[in-house]
């Protein structure tokens, strides 16, 4: 199995910053992408910002210029650096690995727990 846990999420006000993290474990052969995702009450999933197969990040345009992806390829850990936090960045906040557990098995997808970030005006 692969386990994705995510932690760092809390209550900041606007204007603040959080750093969120996302580690995977498990029988994990090679790693493909590793991002995150947010869901807010009464709306869709979304990306917020994850690694592409080529290496570059990719960012919502939302989060542009005041969200950070990094990671720690020995670690198998992606964070999610968030400065300048908006209200409206008020989710759960989601890390989804795509791997796979064996060199010549399927790629797949796995998703953490969530963790909520609350930003208060």
């Known amino acids: 199995q692969v386990q994705v846990v995510e932690s760092g999420g809390g209550l900041v006000q606007a204007g603040g910053s959080l750093r969120l993290s996302c580690a995977a474990s498990g029988t994990i052969s090679s790693i493909n992408t590793m991002g995150w995702y947010r869901q807010a009450p009464g709306e869709q999933r979304e990306l917020v910002a994850t690694f592409t197969s080529g290496g570059g990040p990719i960012y919502a345009d939302s989060v542009k210029g005041r969200f950070t992806i990094s990671r720690d390829n020995a670690k198998n850990t992606v964070y999610l650096q968030m400065n300048s936090l908006k209200p409206e960045d008020t989710a759960v906040y989601y890390c989804?690995?795509?791997?796979?557990?064996?060199?010549?098995?399927?790629?797949?997808?796995?998703w953490g727990q969530g963790t909520q970030v609350t930003v208060s005006s």
């Open positions: 989804k690995c795509n791997a796979r557990r064996t060199p010549w098995g399927p790629r797949s997808d796995y």
